[in-house]
């Protein structure tokens, strides 16, 4: 699973650079980001002309505030989706195949109890050079408090691989910046897509221990 991802204050003040004014007061904090928190979100730009040439300042991707968690009537947040069963839940189908974003991190964290099965471990996970992971979501509009629709996000999980197995049996998706265009695009069929839930490879990650 993901239940807390890391994105530090220098990340966080470039993405929120891109973010209109209005979502940019959402972003209260950098460090380690929690269930409830706003994020900034990468979103395709439905507006972008792909026939025009980049150069001509188009935008391919917009960045937005989005709230971690899609709400429930009872129980906790959705924080996160099996990529195995996303396309079979009905609250997900829909969302997974028309509004897929991007949550920029430079780490995620996971918990697991040490040997006296006393102490929960966290451990710190990032890229072995430090470099933004991509992590695989998508988001919903749902109605808040004040019946206004409002963008939440959850994000996909596969099968842990080797780096991670000994901490955890989850882990997040992670897209590799050559996919990123074909990850947020409408348009990629389902076999493309679901190629790309699946573990990151093996060695490719760092994990450090803190004791909480």
């Known amino acids: 699973m993901c239940g807390r991802f890391y994105v530090p204050e220098k990340d966080l003040d470039d993405f929120a650079g891109l973010v209109n004014k209005i979502e940019k007061e959402l972003l209260k904090k950098a460090g380690e980001m929690y269930p409830g928190d706003y994020v900034p979100v990468i979103t395709p730009n439905h507006k972008y ?5 980049d150069s001509l300042g188009n935008i391919r991707h917009e960045v937005h505030a989005i709230k971690w968690g ?14 195995e069963t996303v396309r079979e839940k009905p609250m997900f189908k829909i969302p997974f195949s028309k509004r897929r974003c991007l949550i920029p991190a430079r780490g ?16 710190y996970i990032s890229f072995i050079d430090s470099r933004m992971m991509y992590l695989a979501g998508f988001y919903w509009f749902f109605k808040n408090q004040d019946g206004i629709p409002s963008p939440y996000f ?5 099968q842990a691989n ?5 901490i955890h049996d989850r882990m ?14 409408e348009n990629s069929g389902n076999a493309i897509i679901d190629n790309l839930l699946r573990p990151l490879d093996k060695g490719l990650l760092k994990i450090t221990q803190e004791y909480k």
């Not at 040997?115 to 929960?120: D, F, L, P």
């Not at 080797?162 to 000994?166: A, N, S, T, V």
């Open 49 to 53: 002309d792909s026939e025009l040439n």
């Open 70 to 83: 899609f709400p429930v009537i009872k129980g906790r947040p959705l924080i996160n989706a099996r990529s």
């Open 108 to 123: 995620f964290f996971e918990w697991k109890k040490d040997e006296n099965n006393k102490k929960r471990i966290k451990h």
């Open 154 to 158: 959850t994000i996909l999980t596969a």
């Open 162 to 166: 080797d780096d991670i197995r000994p």
């Open 172 to 185: 997040p998706v992670i897209i590799n910046d050559s996919n990123i265009e074909t990850w947020l695009s």
